[in-house]
Structure formats: C-alpha cells, structure tokens
T-cell receptor, first 113, second 116 residues
C-alpha cells in the first residue's frame, strides 16, 4: 500500500511533442505529490509538486494532473525540448510532518531533435 | 547559498575495504537523508536523521552499513567491509521542516561507488 507505481519505464518523444508520465498510488493518506527531474551525473531536483486540494498545477511547460478518485497523477511536458531529456521520478508522502517520500521507479525520457 | 555537498564524488575500492562517504547538508536544514540509487532497485532510502538523531534506519541493507551525524553540518555513511553489490550512486539530501516551508528534499551530486 506504500508503493507508487510509475509508467512508462522509458519514453521517446519528438521535439515539440507532449511527454506524459503516469503514476498511481494506493494509500489514500498521501497528500503531497512531487515530481523530481534527474540529469545524468546529478542528484534529483524538485520540478513541480501538487497537493490533492487541486486537480491541476502548471508551471511553464510542466503540468501535473491529479485524479484523486482514481488515485493517479501524471506529469505532462508540453512542447518537449531536447533539454528535457532526463529521468523523471514521481513520489508521494503523508502530511507536512512526514519525512519520507515514497518514490516511483523513474521514467527515462528522451526527446529526439 | 551552497547546496548539499558530498565527497568524494567517485570512489573505487576493493572488496573488503572500508568506505566512508561524507555529506554536508544545507545550512539550517533539520532533516538529512541517505539514498542509494541503482539501475535494478531505483532510488532507495537508507536512513534519515532529524536534528542529528537517526529516526529510521530500516532501509540500511545490512549491519555492514552504518551512518552518523555528529553535528548539524556533517554526516557520514560507512560501509565495512564493502562488497561488489554495494556498487551504486549514494545520495545525500536535506530538508527544512516548518511553517512556511515546502517538503522539498535537496539532493547532493552523489558519490559513485565502485567496489571491485
């Protein structure tokens, strides 16, 4: 019940296209859902995050869509660029007092020029 | 402001040797996390500290692994003796908890450990 399932494992998108990565969870107590971006040789870095009181959050070309009833959330990257090529991790945690993020397995995204 | 600092960035050692990884969290952060990343197992939380106190070490794979945080500015992860299956990238991350803060964990650049 503590798992976060992420798909796909890898994704190839043409430049200018839309990249979509999906995550699903079981624990309804989760109330914080971040996405982290990791470039080769670097540590993960927070990209965007959402709490379940909203269904969508947008920051530039990056959007999180959240479906509480389906217990799913997804990352959409609009107008994907080669510089977006990275590994993306979704995660979830319980409450602001919670220390521990439960991580998805990661999606390796390649944007073809 | 400097981010999380880890050293060394790369470590190559032979099986059976002791390995010590070091981390300096962001100043003022009160949580520190040690992660291990491999292709097979992804990102695994090994242990985390709150105000220098170890809170949950259930992710530490074996007794060969130990971690300390003697003060708010420094933490170590030690593997003794090391084995080839310990080869991975080890990340340290820190976080500030409190009103008005986010739940963001800030990761260091990682230490790539290779055990021959």
């Amino acid at each position: 019940q503590q798992q976060v399932k992420q798909s796909p494992q890898s994704l190839i998108v043409q430049k200018g296209g839309i990249s979509i990565i999906n995550c699903a969870y079981e624990n309804t107590a989760f109330d914080y859902f971040p996405w982290y971006q990791q470039f080769p040789g670097k540590g993960p870095a927070l990209l965007i995050a959402i709490r379940p009181d909203v269904s969508e959050k947008k920051e530039g070309r990056f959007t999180i869509s959240f479906n509480k009833s389906a217990k799913q959330f997804s990352l959409h990257i609009m107008d994907s660029q080669p510089g977006d090529s990275a590994t993306y991790f979704c995660a979830a945690s319980i409450g602001s007092s919670n220390y521990q993020l439960i991580w998805g397995a990661g999606t390796k995204l390649i944007i073809k020029p | 402001d400097a981010g999380v600092i880890q050293s060394p960035r790369h470590e190559v050692t032979e099986m059976g040797q002791e390995v010590t990884l070091r981390c300096k969290p962001i100043s003022g952060h009160d949580y520190l996390f040690w992660y291990r990343q491999t292709m097979m197992r992804g990102l695994e939380l090994l242990i985390y500290f709150n105000n220098n106190v170890p809170i949950d070490d259930s992710g530490m794979p074996e007794d060969r692994f130990s971690a300390k945080m003697p003060n708010a500015s420094f933490s170590t992860l030690k593997i003794q003796p090391s084995e080839p299956r310990d080869s991975a990238v080890y990340f340290c991350a820190s976080r500030l908890y409190g009103a008005g803060t986010t739940d963001t964990q800030y990761f260091g650049p990682g230490t790539r450990l290779t055990v021959l």
